[in-house]
C-alpha cells in the first residue's frame, strides 16, 4: 500500500516540481534527509527515491508494531506479578491479623487453641459434632474455658457453670444479645427479625409480649387445643396398629408428625385434621433437617475469612439467592397460613361478634390483637439495664411473620426430640415406666386437667433427666459481649462471641457422679446447688427459652396419654445406659437430632 500511493503520486505530479529535492520536502524523508550527502539526492532517480520512502514507511510501522508488543509484554508482565503477589499479600495481611487476634486473647486471659488460618475453629463451630468437639477439649487442654478463631472472629467457648452463669445472669446487662447468623439480616435495622435474633430493648419487647402469650393464663387456653391434638395422635397410632401392637421402626417421625401437628393448631388455629398427610410437616421437612458439617454457602465461608465481605454478600439480592428454593417454600407456606387466618378471623367476627370460645386461643391470634406498625426508637447497643428498659406491648407485621417462622422452628423439633429420647429411655427402664403408671397415671381416669399434667414429679424426672443427657439446644445458646468486662481471670472485650455449651456440664462427673451416662431420674428428687446449676437445657437468665412451660406442658401430656394406653418396649436388647449408645448430630435448625431410627413397640395394655 504505502509503494503504490508513493509511487503514483510521484509519477501523477513529477511535473509540477521544479526538481527532485522538493519530493523529498514533501514526503519528508528521514532516511533520505539523514542518510544523504548534501545535494546527493539530485542524482537519485524517481525510482530509487521510491524505494527509500518505501523502506522507510515500512521501518516507521514495523517500530509502531515494537512498541506496540513491548507495551503489551509489559502490561502482561506486571499482570502476573499481580496475579502472583496477590496470594502472597493476602497471606501476609491473614497471618499478620490472626496473630495480632491471637495475642489479645492470650492477653486478656482466654486460653486461645493455635490455629493460625481459624480453618480448624470454623470446622468445630460448624461440626454436627460440635457439642462433643468442646467437651473432649476441655479435657485435652484441662481448662473448661478456651478460645479459638471462627475464621477471622475470635469465639470464646465455656463449660464453666460458674462462668455461664455471671455471663447470662449476673452480667447480663452486657451480654443481652446472641451471635448472628452472617449474612443475617440487621438485627437492629430490618424488620423482618424475632425474638431470637433481636437485640437490646427491642428483644425485651418482644420477649415479655411472646412471654405473655404463653403465661400461665394463656396456656390454659392451650390446654384444651392441646389435648385434642393428643388425643387425635393417639387415635392415628391406633390406625397403625395390627391390633393389640404397634411397631414404630422410625420413632423421630412419628414425633415430628404429633409436634408439628401440635404447632400448627397452637400457634395458627390450623384445623385441618389429618396426620396421614401432614402439610406442616412436609414443608419444614423438606426446608430443614440438613447435617450442619460445615454446610454453609461459599459467600458465608469467605465472610468468616474476611468480615469486610459481609456488606457486599448482605445485599438483598444476594442474600435472596442464597436462600434454599425448600426454605422460601415454607416461608411462604407460613405466610399463606397467616393470611388464611386473618382472613377466617375477619369473617368469624361479621357473623359472631360475641367473645371467642377459649379453646380457639392460639398465638397468632394474640400477636394480632397487639398488631401495631408504630416506629420505635430502641437502644440495641452497649450496656444495657433491661430492669429499667419500658416496654410497650406491640408487635409490627413482620415482626408477627418472623416470630411465626422461629417458633415454627423452635417448637417443633426440640419437641420431637425430647419425645423421641424419652421412649426410648423408658422402653429401656420398664421398672421406672411401670413406676409411673401405678403411682401417677392408674389412678387417673380419661379425664385430665391442667392442674394434673404440671404436678406430676416422676414422669417431669424423667423429661428432665433425658434432656441432662441430651440437652439438644445447647447449639443455640450464644452471647456477645456489648461492653469490656472482667469476670473473674477473664477479660472480655466489646464485640467478642461466647459460646456456652451445656453438654460439659451436663456430662461433669464431678457434679453427677460415676453415673453420669445413666438415665437415672432418681438424682433429680434431690439436686445439689451444683446440680441445680449444672441443669440448664433450656438456657440461663433472661434469654432462657420462653417456650419451655409450653414444651413441658406438650411433653407431660403426650407422655401421659400414651403411657396410659401402651407399654413402651424396644426393638433392641434392654440397656439401662442407653443413653452413650444414641447417636446425635447438630442440625441446621442448630439442634441437635438423634440419628439412630430408635424403633418402639407399643403395646395396648390390658383395661
Known sequence: MPFDFIFNFLTNHSLSFSNPSTHLSYFGSRII?????????????????????????????????????????????????????????VLAYVLCRNIKLYYDLHRRGLNPQFDIFGIKGLM???????????????????????????????VVVTNDVDLIHAISTEHFDCFHSRIPEVLSDDPITSENIHMFSAKGERWKRLRTLTSYG??????KLLFPTIETCVSEFLDHVNSLSNGHS??????????????????????????????????????????????????????EKITYFFPEMRLIFKNSFVGHFLQSANQQKFLDY?????????????????????????????????FFDHHNEKKLVEKAEGQIDMKKVKVEKSISYQEITAQCKFLSVAGFDTTANTLTLLFNFLAHNPKIQDRIFNEEIKS??????????????????????TLRLFPHA????????????????????????????????????????????????????????QQRKAFMPFGVGPRQCVGMRFALLELKTTAFRMLQKYVVKTTLPVNDSHGKMVNMTVRDTGTIWPTDKLGIILTKRNT
Open 33 to 89: 534527509c539523514y542518510h544523504l550527502p548534501h545535494n546527493s539526492h539530485r542524482n537519485l532517480s524517481y525510482r530509487s527515491i521510491l524505494f527509500l520512502l518505501t523502506i522507510d514507511t515500512l521501518i516507521c510501522q514495523n517500530c509502531l508494531l515494537n512498541q506496540q508488543l513491548y507495551a503489551s509484554a509489559l502490561l502482561h508482565s506486571k499482570s502476573m506479578i499481580l496475579l502472583f503477589s496477590l496470594p502472597i499479600i
Open 124 to 154: 468445630w463451630l460448624d461440626s454436627s459434632a460440635a457439642h462433643e468437639n468442646f467437651t473432649r477439649m476441655c479435657s485435652v487442654i484441662g481448662d473448661k474455658t478456651f478460645s479459638v478463631l471462627r475464621g477471622a472472629t475470635p
Open 214 to 219: 404463653l403465661s400461665t393464663v394463656k396456656l
Open 246 to 299: 404397634v411397631v414404630i421402626n422410625h420413632s423421630h417421625s412419628l414425633f415430628q408428625n404429633h409436634t408439628s401437628y401440635v404447632l400448627a393448631r397452637c400457634a395458627y388455629g390450623h384445623k385441618e385434621k389429618n396426620h396421614r398427610v401432614n402439610n406442616f410437616l412436609g414443608v419444614f421437612s423438606n426446608a430443614f433437617g440438613a447435617f450442619s458439617d460445615f454446610q454453609k454457602s461459599t459467600a
Open 334 to 366: 407460613l405466610l399463606h397460613l397467616i393470611s388464611r387466618f386473618r382472613s377466617r378471623t375477619i369473617n368469624e367476627n361479621n357473623n359472631k361478634p360475641s367473645e371467642k370460645e377459649p379453646d380457639n386461643y392460639s398465638l397468632l391470634e394474640f
Open 444 to 465: 387417673h381416669s380419661d379425664k385430665i386437667d391442667f392442674e394434673t399434667v404440671c404436678s406430676l414429679p416422676l414422669l417431669q424426672n424423667c423429661i428432665f433427666e
Open 474 to 529: 445447647s447449639p443455640l445458646q450464644t452471647r456477645i459481649c456489648t461492653e469490656p468486662l472482667q469476670i473473674g481471670k477473664y477479660e472480655f472485650s466489646e464485640n467478642i462471641q461466647v459460646v456456652i455449651n451445656p453438654w460439659g456440664p451436663h456430662h461433669d462427673r464431678d457434679i453427677w457422679g460415676d453415673d453420669v451416662d445413666c438415665f437415672r431420674p432418681s438424682r433429680f428428687e434431690k439436686l445439689t446447688e
